[in-house]
């Protein structure tokens, strides 16, 4: 399957091209040319998936491919970083994930950002990005992964900051990059332990099983904790950064600053589940040797998808509601990674993850890309600024209420099916676990149509003008995603991806799945009588639980607790007193020696003074100091 | 003659054709085509150097010679080189001669600036080539002495100040050093000052307690060592555009590179047993210069601690005595050389337009001046260490290579400079989003004219090499660990 190698190729090259070009090409060409190359990447992934999937099963198991591994950095001679792809059921799948996004905002865009300045750009930055992403999916070694993982971090800090004229996409793109930085830093210690032990940064030898590999680490243990643990936890941290898990979220709201397509694209469906694909890509450690890391992440993802949810309740900005929404979305995938086991039925969690992974892919790009063509329409993102706009935007209205139907997990939609996986795996896990995460559910389901109410129906904001569907190019890639969201659910999924890479059934437990669709219908039903028609029940809670409602809709003042942390103590407790320290202590010591250098020499120069009568004077009194010396001493 | 004196000898012709020149443009030729020269040179250089390695010679150093100047003193000119030695030749033909042409337009006296500029450049190549402790000296010397006219007399703020400052604590430090070199001389009972002679005599380890805390330190000062780095904002702060990439680009590797030649190389057992102290001042140059950046304005001064942190991490690199990080090390000297060097002639295209290197008082250049504002960028996404570029390619090889270390508390040390990738982001970030996003501040900068083919030709010139170390790396990876192994054989033998 050499071929592969053209899917990271053709971006890469469309991105150096569009780049050296900038805007010496029409705008169009830039963006066709752009589309063309994007089209050919998903046709070759959806046929290198088609391929894998046929004819790559030996035994009734799932191979591993390697179709391409070269060294590019020889550190030491065993540890060297190799650029390579490796195509295994979930890096297949991320193809599919990372190709068809891509290919819908590449589409999308043609329209939404037409006449924008600097469209070249745009879609330079956007194949870099889709290389850096598929370059990460396919990585054969965590420092091939590290790699572009960084490269995914600086083509979404570009894309980001894309207005770079207004000064809060500027701010949002500088926060999304430090923090996720600062957690990356935590995965290049994890790294650099992992391999100081194991004696290798490939993903084959380290997840084989082969526990020769981990001797290593026998009896090493700091606080208590293994080093093991501390190092799978610490590469944790990166992908959490990544993956937006509390507390390290703050970014993703923020970054919402970029274009809607990017936000559809990168912090919907492909980077911020990195952090994901990076637990599972890294799965049988963490279920063999720290099963305590393992379960933190669990914890973790429970509460981040609790938490986003609650604040999601209370956004007024719709994207914004629809990124608290992707984070606790991945929580959800965290949760079903973390009690999740190795194994056929075992591994149950393992494959409803990826499983949620692909179809909230799919559903989060669609409600982001709507929620694009809203905006286009009514040049707001203020949900008081929306209201009645089914009459005229009929396609957006109807594929955004199947994204609103799938993500709140009323069948046959393909959200219903994964998240009941999810939930399944999470009963089984611990049944406080399980109605954790359907109370949850049912949270999302709520605000999902509190969204879509607020957007299409309620009472009508006045417009300048009146709003108009979005051209065929926008509504494309819409009716597309839609058809993927109705259908996806029925994708034997287990058949295809599994913690062991042996395909296995999994039936759809109907307990689980007839609590979870009456307490969706029910969160529904609430929200109809809240915000279908004007109603005055929503205010009247809010000034009822007006605590509350102030602290979700600051989002629990954690950005202000990191500006603390950030400005007054690192800022002005740390960088301020060293930048003073230096220029005052320091150096005031080296300009100390200086001075005290010019003061001797001012003091002695009277004594060369060139008069005759000094000098005999003083040479006199050193006769005889040196005669008195020699006589007495 | 040996061909590499042909490095000392070109600067050397460079100086007597730009005596002889008239005009501006005479003084430009020149100094253009033996920049060009010196580029090309460098390139059969390494041209050469690779087919005789493939050939399977396994030389210590390549293309030797001996000269005696001086019989009585045992006074030789030595010269040869290895794959180390190569790089930083490679990376100062980059740096001279783009630094050629970010001084096209220098004023007043071109023909001057350019001697004094060969000058220095000849200093430089001569120390890279040298392989005897006299003649490393007398180059680094002949580095020296230029750069105290070139900043005081073409220099810009309190440039009288700097000059001094930057010369008297060089000089001190290069005081530090002739004693080191002297104490090495008669300590190991060498017949010659050959690097390569006296590593064969074994230094007695009482006189190594001395000589290798005074040699690391003098060559410390030019690497910008905690504490004796404050040369380095004021030096560079003044200094005129040109000046200041060489220096930072190049002259501070002499730090580094002469700290491995010299130091370690000869005295081996003592930086085993002091490796720990330097290793904790060179921990604090990687942190302590971050931090310091965070809070600077100006620019210069900005990128001054920016090096400083970058230039302490190539000393903790080769304090770790081990393949990896020294590798890492010499790494990081040509990043750090490159990206150092696009900082300051991009600052001083900046500085040209705007006559402010205040980020309070600039801002949104980017819509002005795309190209330096992209190339801006691209630097600083070198620096805050982007796969693909040069920064992180240096930085992982010190970072892996320095954890591989069997002591835990070089293990620890390893992580606590770690931490610097993120203050560099803050930093990198902080100075890209002010002076280049946002809305234009200062409407005089609404009519600034982007940069043109002379500046164009030299950061282009930066960037590909940056970009080609760091997404092609192997190859002078490999050189440069080929070269570093059996020096480092020698010392854990």
């Not at chain 1, 501390?230 to 944790?236: S, V």
């Not at chain 2, 007597?16 to 008239?22: E, I």
Request: hydrophobic residues 55%; aromatic residues 14%; contains cysteine.
């Amino acid at each position: 399957m050499q071929y592969t190698l053209l899917i990271l190729a053709l971006p890469l090259l469309n991105f150096i091209v569009l780049g050296l070009v900038d805007s010496k090409w029409k705008p169009k060409v830039a963006g066709t040319i752009g589309t063309l190359v994007l089209t050919i990447v998903a046709a070759l992934s959806y046929y290198a998936t088609y391929e894998y999937f046929s004819f790559h099963k030996v035994n009734g198991v799932f191979e591993k491919l390697m179709p391409f591994n070269m060294e590019w950095l020889r550190f030491t001679d065993y540890l060297h970083i190799n650029l390579g792809i490796l195509l295994d059921p979930i890096s297949v799948m991320m193809l599919v994930v990372v190709s068809t996004v891509s290919l819908m905002v590449h589409i999308y865009s043609l329209g939404y950002m037409k006449g924008e300045r600097g469209f070249e750009r745009y879609y330079a930055f956007l194949s870099l990005f889709t290389f850096s992403m598929l370059g990460l999916v396919l990585a054969t070694n965590i420092f091939q992964m590290y790699i572009f993982w960084e490269l995914v971090g600086v083509s979404s800090y570009l894309l980001i900051g894309f207005y770079y004229t207004k000064p809060s996409a500027v701010a949002a793109a500088k926060k999304a990059f430090i923090v996720t930085r600062f957690a990356d830093l935590g995965f290049l210690i994890g790294i650099l332990l992992l391999s100081y032990f194991t004696k290798t940064f490939d993903f084959e030898a380290l997840t084989s099983g082969n526990a020769s590999v981990f001797a290593g680490f026998t009896g090493v243990s700091f606080m208590g904790i293994s080093v093991l643990s501390w190092a799978m936890a610490l590469i944790f941290i990166g992908g959490a950064g990544k993956s937006a898990m509390f507390p390290l979220h703050i970014w993703l709201p923020d970054a919402m600053e970029g274009p809607t397509p990017v936000s559809a694209l990168i912090h919907a469906a492909t980077m911020v589940v990195a952090g994901v694909y990076l637990v599972a890509r890294l799965f049988p450690i963490y279920d063999l040797y720290t099963p305590g890391v393992l379960h933190g992440i669990a914890y973790v993802g429970a509460f981040t998808s609790l938490f986003a949810a609650i604040i999601a309740v209370v956004q007024t900005d719709i994207k914004r509601v629809l990124a608290f929404s992707t984070i606790s979305q991945i929580g959800f995938m965290m949760v079903a990674l973390g009690v999740s086991k190795m194994g056929g039925e075992q591994g149950l969690g393992y494959m409803a993850s990826m499983f949620h992974l692909f179809t909230h892919a799919m559903f989060k790009a669609l409600l982001f890309l709507g929620a694009g063509s809203v905006i286009h329409a009514v040049h707001s993102n203020e949900m008081n600024h929306m209201g009645g706009l089914r009459k005229y935007m009929p396609i957006t209205n109807i594929t955004f209420l199947i994204a609103c139907l799938a993500i709140a997990g009323i069948p046959p939609f393909s959200g219903f099916f994964s998240k009941d996986e999810i939930l399944t795996a999470a009963f089984q896990f611990s049944p406080y676990f399980g109605a954790l995460m359907t109370f949850t559910a049912g949270l999302t389901a709520f605000y999902m149509f509190r969204l879509y109410y607020s957007i299409f129906w309620g009472k009508e904001h006045k417009h300048q003008h009146t709003p108009h569907e979005s051209p065929l190019v926008m509504a494309l890639p819409l009716v597309f995603l839609a058809l993927v969201t109705v259908f996806a659910g029925f994708i034997p999924f287990g058949e295809l991806v599994s913690s062991d890479r042996v395909p296995f059934h999994s039936e759809l437990d109907l307990t689980v799945a007839s609590i979870s669709v009456i307490v969706a219908l029910f969160s529904i039903t609430l929200a109809t009588i809240f915000y279908r028609k004007e109603s005055k029940i929503p205010s009247l809670l809010a000034t009822k639980f007006s605590g509350l409602h102030k602290a979700a809709s600051s989002r629990f003042y954690v950005d202000e607790v990191y500006l603390f942390i950030t400005k007054k103590v690192i800022f002005n407790n740390v960088s301020r007193p060293i930048a003073w320290f230096d220029r005052h202590i320091i150096d005031g010591t080296m300009n100390g020696f200086a001075s005290t250098t010019q003061w001797g020499s001012l003091k002695i120069k009277g004594v060369q003074s060139g008069q005759v009568q000094q000098y005999a004077y003083v040479f006199l009194l050193g006769t005889l100091v040196i005669a008195a010396l020699v006589l007495f001493v | 003659m040996n061909f590499l004196s042909l490095f000392v000898l070109i600067p050397a012709l460079m100086m007597a054709g730009l005596f002889l020149s008239k005009s501006r443009n005479q003084i430009r030729t020149v100094a253009a085509i033996g920049a060009s020269l010196l580029m090309i040179l460098s390139g059969i250089l390494t041209y050469l150097y690779l087919t005789q390695r493939a050939a399977g010679n396994l030389a210590e150093m390549l293309f030797t010679s001996d000269t005696v100047w001086y019989a009585p003193f045992n006074i030789h000119y030595t010269v040869g080189v290895d794959g180390v030695s190569v790089s930083m030749l490679l990376l100062t033909s980059v740096i001279v001669f783009t630094g050629v042409f970010a001084s096209w337009k220098i004023d007043p006296l071109p023909k001057e600036f350019f001697l004094w500029y060969s000058l220095l450049s000849s200093g430089v190549y001569g120390f890279f080539i040298s392989t005897d402790l006299f003649t490393m000296f007398m180059f680094y010397e002949i580095a020296l002495i230029p750069m105290y006219l070139l900043i005081g007399v073409w220099g810009s703020g309190r440039k009288e100040y700097g000059a001094m400052k930057l010369t008297l604590m060089l000089m001190g430090g290069s005081a530090l050093l002739l004693v080191g070199i002297l104490g090495i001389y008669y300590s190991s009972g060498a017949t010659s000052m050959n690097i390569l002679e006296i590593s064969k005599h074994h230094i007695p380890m009482a006189f190594q307690r001395y000589f290798f805390p005074l040699t690391f330190m003098g060559f410390g000062v030019l690497g910008a060592l905690f504490p004796f780095h404050t040369w380095s904002p004021d030096g560079h702060a003044s200094a005129p555009t040109a000046v200041s990439m060489l220096h930072a680009g190049v002259l501070m590797k002499l730090g580094g590179y002469g700290a491995y030649r010299v130091a370690i190389y000869l005295m081996p057992q003592a930086a085993h047993e002091m490796a720990w102290f330097f290793l904790i001042l060179t921990g604090i140059s990687v942190v302590y210069g971050a931090f310091a950046a965070v809070h600077q304005t100006d620019l210069k001064y900005i990128n001054a601690y920016s090096s400083v942190s970058h230039c302490g991490l190539v000393l903790f690199a080769i304090l770790m005595l081990n393949t990896t990080a020294m590798t890492g090390a010499v790494l990081q000297m040509l990043s750090h050389g490159l990206m150092t060097a696009l900082f300051f002639a991009l600052i001083g295209m900046i500085y040209g337009r705007t006559h402010t290197r205040l980020i309070t008082e600039m801002g949104g250049l980017m819509k002005v001046l795309p190209f330096l504002g992209v190339s801006y960028v691209i630097a600083g996404l070198a620096s805050l260490g982007l796969p693909g570029l040069s920064g992180f390619v240096a930085e992982m090889t010190i970072f892996v290579g320095s954890f591989q270390h069997v002591d835990t508390f070089h293990r620890i040390l390893t992580i606590v400079a770690t931490s610097s990738i993120v203050i560099t982001a803050v930093y990198i970030l902080r100075v890209v989003g002010k002076l280049l996003f946002g809305a234009v501040q200062d409407a005089h900068h609404q009519h600034l004219e982007d940069a043109t083919w002379y500046e164009r030709l030299s950061v282009v010139t930066l960037i590909i090499a940056i970009v080609a170390i760091g997404s092609a790396p192997f190859w002078i990876s490999n050189m440069i660990h080929d070269s570093v192994v059996p020096v480092l054989s020698q010392i854990i033998k």
